[in-house]
């Protein structure tokens, strides 16, 4: 999961693997595999950084760890 911010300050938690696109319209708006858009105040690089460092953490975990 990645924890991101909200327009009013909230922070929410998403599970990576969910999203399907990220745009800066200019806002930007995640659109999950669910069809759920949300709109956060992360640029879509810092989203996709945090993806990445998500997916690292997943493939570096020895096996039965649990995240």
Known sequence: MIRLTKFDGSE???NADWIQ????????????TTGLKLIV??????VAAAFKEYKK???????????
């Open 12 to 14: 929410i938690l998403i």
């Open 21 to 32: 696109s990220v745009e800066d319209t200019p806002d930007t708006v995640i659109t999950l």
């Open 41 to 46: 105040r992360e640029k879509a690089n810092e």
């Open 57 to 67: 953490e997943i493939l570096n975990a020895p096996k039965g760890e649990k995240l």
